[in-house]
Nanobody, 125 residues
């Protein structure tokens, strides 16, 4: 299984980026897919998830600004990030779970089986 994350970069505050996570060896439609981020000196934190059912969940700080989606035909999950803030600066990781995660598990990094390599997002003020 491989999860290939891409789309990170340097953007000014208020700008937008779209992250992609292309999966191989498992299907995004059959998995619970999550995005996490880790800033320097901080623990990895949950950002967003899309369940096998299609339901989505977001951490409070990104609600209304970020949107997670998937394209089953491309076996890819996306994270559209708008109105970016300097505090969104982090390495962003995509992760895949077994498709049977309960709601409370979506937020836990340990609940996911496979991880991508991370993509750096830097938001300048």
């Amino acid at each position: 299984v491989q999860l290939q994350a891409s789309g990170g970069g340097l953007v000014q505050a208020g700008g937008s980026l779209r992250l992609s996570c292309e999966a191989s060896g498992r299907t995004v439609s059959g998995s619970d897919m999550g995005w996490f981020r880790q800033a320097p000196g901080k623990e990895r934190e949950f950002v967003a998830a899309i369940r096998r059912s299609g339901g989505t969940s977001y951490t409070t700080s990104v609600k209304g600004r970020f949107t997670i989606s998937r394209d089953n035909a491309k076996n890819t999950v996306y994270l559209q990030m708008n109105s970016l803030k300097p505090e969104d600066t982090a390495v962003y990781y995509c992760a895949a779970g077994n498709g049977r995660l309960i709601m409370s598990s979506l937020y836990r990094a340990g609940a996911y089986d496979d991880w991508g390599q991370g993509t750096q997002v830097t938001v300048s003020s």
